[in-house]
Nanobody, 122 residues
Framework: QLQLVESGGGLVQPGGSLRLSCAAS????????IGWFRQAPGKEREAVSC????????SYVNSVKGRFTISRDDAKNTVYLQMNSLKPEDTSVYYC???????????????WGQGTQVTVSS
């Protein structure tokens, strides 16, 4: 069984940066596609980014392109989401998830972390 734990969230001012980590245990992460999703109160869950096995392919939702960067370090069993130029509308709970398909569709992901809160506010 794969367990995922997110960390790195917090309160940051607009324009600031955070790096989220998604640490895996139980199984090796290199077999999985990893996605980052977010959900704000009263809103539907939204795909933010995903990265393929080996990291050759990445995908971003338009609203974060040029600001967020997803990466993976399979030796550390960890995936990262570097978030720069943060905006108030980025405020959400951020989740990482693992699956077998390179897709932004949440139903394709089998394992989920518990989430980490990101709040962008002055």
């Amino acid at each position: 069984q794969l367990q995922l734990v997110e960390s790195g969230g917090g309160l940051v001012q607009p324009g600031g940066s955070l790096r989220l980590s998604c640490a895996a245990s139980g199984l090796s992460l290199d077999y999985y596609v990893i996605g980052w999703f977010r959900q704000a109160p009263g809103k539907e869950r939204e795909a933010v980014s995903c990265i393929s096995r080996g990291g050759r392919s990445v995908s971003y939702v338009n609203s974060v392109k040029g600001r967020f960067t997803i990466s993976r370090d399979d030796a550390k069993n960890t995936v990262y989401l570097q978030m720069n130029s943060l905006k108030p509308e980025d405020t959400s709970v951020y989740y990482c998830a693992a699956g077998s398909s390179f897709t932004t569709q949440s139903y394709a992901y089998d394992y989920w972390g518990q989430g980490t809160q990101v709040t962008v506010s002055s």
